[in-house]
């Protein structure tokens, strides 16, 4: 069985793509374990590796098998491209957001991308700020957690300052995350209460920024993908709501994390 391999090396995390003849495999290792990838690689049989992301080098280096290497933006491209169509999302312009590590900002406009603009706000900090108020380093853990909390005493929102009158802008909105803890001086915080905040001010930041993209390329919808969304369903409602709100189409891709990885496999399609 012919089989066409895609790998996208990020920072945190290695995904992987299998693709057959009418069906896709995904698998998603972590970087640190990259060796593990290479010896995998080195037994197995396919008919093309096509490459792409930040740590890609060091995978083709130790592969006695030709490879082809991407650049993980028009990878990412490519490969949502590819997605959006499969999935019925009938959009020709967009804004994408590939939340990873950090967070990419990426423009199509019905050909190709340009990127626009990154935020040092994506899951790194979710997983590194995350930590520092927690102790936590396993990832399903720290994310499990976060799902139980409740922002409430630690951000302040717009109706906390604004308490005996309408305010001006929603009163839902936040007006400044961890705004509200010196408020709440006597409060014991939880783990839960923290890490959700943590998550809040990472999504809020990264809708803050796609929308301001998409309003300034004069689109109304906004893509959300990377493996930030991952066991992590309220960093997604987070960014949905509040871009629902600010008047834009947010959009989520099953698989979306796999863009780049798939979008290496078919980037010489039509050359
Ligand atoms: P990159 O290409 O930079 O590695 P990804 O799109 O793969 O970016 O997203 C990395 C982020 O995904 C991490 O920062 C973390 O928040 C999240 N993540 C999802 N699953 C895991 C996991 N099993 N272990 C660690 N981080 C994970």
């Known amino acids: 069985m012919e089989m066409k391999i895609g790998i996208d090396a990020g920072g945190t995390l290695i995904k992987i793509v299998q693709e057959f003849e009418n069906k896709r495999k995904y698998h998603t290792e972590l970087t640190i374990n990259i060796d593990k990838v290479i010896q995998w690689l080195n037994q197995i049989k396919f008919e093309s590796l096509s490459l792409t992301g930040g740590q890609a080098s060091i995978i083709a280096e130790q592969l006695s098998k030709p490879t082809q290497n991407f650049v993980e933006f028009d990878a990412a491209s490519k490969g949502l491209g590819i997605l959006l169509k499969e999935q019925g999302h009938d959009i020709n312009q967009y804004i994408f957001a590939n939340v990873g590590t950090g967070t990419s900002l990426h423009y199509f406009d019905g050909q190709q991308q ?30 499990d957690l976060a799902q139980k909390g409740d922002r409430d005493t630690i951000d302040l929102k717009v109706k906390h300052i604004y308490k ?18 010196l408020h709440h001086m006597n409060e014991d915080f939880s783990l839960e209460n923290k890490l959700a905040s943590v998550v809040g001010v990472v999504g809020e930041v990264i809708t803050t920024m796609s929308i301001t993209v998409a309003h ?7 893509v959300y993908i990377g493996s ?15 871009t629902v709100l600010r008047g834009f ?8 994390a796999f863009s780049g990885a798939i979008g290496a496999i078919h980037l010489n399609d039509n050359h």
């Open 249 to 256: 189409n947010p959009f989520y891709i099953e698989h979306g």
């Open 114 to 143: 340009q990127r626009v603009g990154g935020i040092g706000t994506g899951g790194g900090m979710i997983q590194g700020l995350g930590y520092l108020l927690s102790q936590i380093s396993d990832y399903k853990q720290l994310t």
């Open 228 to 242: 930030s969304f991952n066991n992590n369903p309220l960093l997604r409602k987070v960014i949905e709501d509040y």
């Open 216 to 222: 300034e390329h004069q689109t109304d919808n906004v």
């Open 164 to 181: 005996d009158c309408e305010p001006p802008i929603p009163g839902d909105l936040t007006a400044a995350n961890f705004g509200n803890v």
